[in-house]
């Protein structure tokens, strides 16, 4: 399995950026999928964005299309993802997630997710 630990998260302004960091650690990173989701208290867990494993697809929660931007670099074993225009609404524990399934060109979805890593918080204050 793929084991993930996750930095960046910290507290913003409304209309401010942050930058998530996923540092893998395994052999399976470059064949795998890799994701985000979060959670909000009180809420259930919710996608935020994947990409596949080449790097050459990815996807994006409705809520977060257009502001956020996932991308991975295979060379470091990491994923990264890039919030901008953050809203008080993106207030959640951020994951980072690794498909189980082997070259999936898709979309990551909950149970497709093999690893995750330990959360870290996102606090945007308005």
């Known amino acids: 399995q793929v084991q ?10 409304a209309g401010g950026s942050l930058r998530l960091s996923c540092a893998a650690s395994g052999r399976t990173f470059s064949k795998s999928g890799m994701g985000w989701f979060r959670q909000a208290p009180g809420k259930e867990r919710e996608f ?21 931007t996932i991308s991975r670099d295979d060379a470091k074993n990491t994923v990264y ?5 953050l809203k ?3 207030t959640a524990v951020y994951y980072c997630a690794a498909d189980s399934r082997p070259f999936s060109p898709l979309r990551l979805g909950l149970a497709d997710v093999g690893s995750w890593g330990q959360g870290t918080q996102v606090t945007v204050s308005s």
């Open 48 to 68: 935020v964005a994947s990409i596949n494993w080449s790097g050459g697809s990815t996807y994006y929660g409705d809520s977060v299309k257009g502001r956020f």
């Open 88 to 90: 008080p609404e993106d």
């Open 81 to 85: 993802l890039q919030m901008n225009s």
């Open 4 to 13: 993930l630990v996750e930095s960046g998260g910290g507290l913003v302004q």
